[in-house]
């Protein structure tokens, strides 16, 4: 009998086709988990600080300002002209006050700048420079150029608000030098006063909270302004009670300098601003500095 190969594999007489072989799947492999890298910015910690505080920075602050006289006269001669500037706006256009001071509060701080590279080569055993101090912003500049946007927002949003509530209670057009001091000290117009303190207030506290350790921060660590900002915010909502009294402090020390024709600010200012430098290295603790002491 002949067989065709159809009926011998019928028959099972080749084993090698008789049983169809099950079919596998291969899964692709499954990607391993993602860890990001760790962070290669220094570590750091916000010291809790203490109602005395304040004060010791202000002493600190006053050994930089003898131990430089000279350098930080050229600056104090910088914040009096911005005083002057001030005045004069509030005799001719009282209505942009609240922004001229709000730009002051922008500018004195990176005018201020200088400052903290004298009190810092001072930390660091270096003599102080004048040229130095005055170009110590540049290897800095995009930390810098981004703080200075945020600030100015702050800053053009401050005016708005400003005109916008003399708009409101002055409706029948912006009030002259007169009017502005007749509205200050004229206890009908409460809601203006009131309206005008709140507003200036917030936009003062976020300028101050944003400001305060940002700035002297960037010069130190030559760290991204979002994470130098963020570290002000944290010191100062971080330690409230402390950081509301050196507000109060430059607030009341600025104030009182305004008073002779803002001529104490050739000494205020200078002041101010070598104590905010400390105010940033009494709050701010670089692990990485604190391992290098234990050391040595």
């Known amino acids: 009998m002949n067989l065709s190969p159809d ?34 910015a220094p570590l750091k910690e916000i010291i809790n600080l203490r109602l005395s505080d304040p004060f010791r920075w202000l002493m600190l602050g006053w050994r930089d300002l003898m131990a430089a006289k000279g350098i930080s006269l050229f600056y104090g001669i910088c914040f009096w002209a911005m005083a002057a500037v001030l005045g004069a706006v509030f005799r ?21 700048m200088g400052l903290y590279e004298v009190s810092r080569r001072r930390e660091q055993g270096i003599a102080p420079d004048l040229g130095a101090s005055l170009t110590c912003w540049d290897s ?109 402090l430059l607030a009341g020390l600025v104030f009182v300098a305004l008073i002779p024709w803002g001529a104490g600010l050739l000494i205020v200012g200078p002041w101010l601003g070598h104590a905010s430098w400390h105010a940033y290295r009494g709050s701010v603790r670089w692990l990485d500095d604190k391992a290098a002491v234990v050391a040595s």
């Open 7 to 40: 009926s011998t594999a019928t028959n099972g007489s080749n084993p090698d086709h008789s049983r169809a072989s099950p079919v596998t799947s291969v899964s692709p492999a499954e990607p391993a988990p993602y860890f990001p890298p760790p962070s290669e």
């Open 92 to 112: 001719n256009k009282p209505e942009f006050v609240m922004s001229i001071a709000s730009g002051c509060l922008l500018v004195g701080p990176f005018l201020a």
């Open 140 to 248: 800095h500049l995009r930390s810098m150029g981004l703080l200075v946007l945020v600030l100015i927002i702050l800053e053009l949003l401050w005016g708005r608000a400003s005109l916008v509530v003399f708009a409101v209670f002055f409706n029948t057009g912006m009030p002259s030098t007169t009017g502005v001091i007749q509205a200050v000290f004229n206890p009908e117009n409460w809601e203006f006063l009131a309206v005008y303190a709140v507003v200036g207030s917030v936009f003062a506290g976020l300028v101050y909270a944003t400001a305060v350790v940002s700035i002297p921060m960037i010069l130190d660590r030559d760290t991204d302004a979002i994470s130098a900002a963020i570290t002000s915010l944290q010191v100062v909502f971080g330690n409230t009670a402390a950081m509301l009294l050196w507000g109060a």
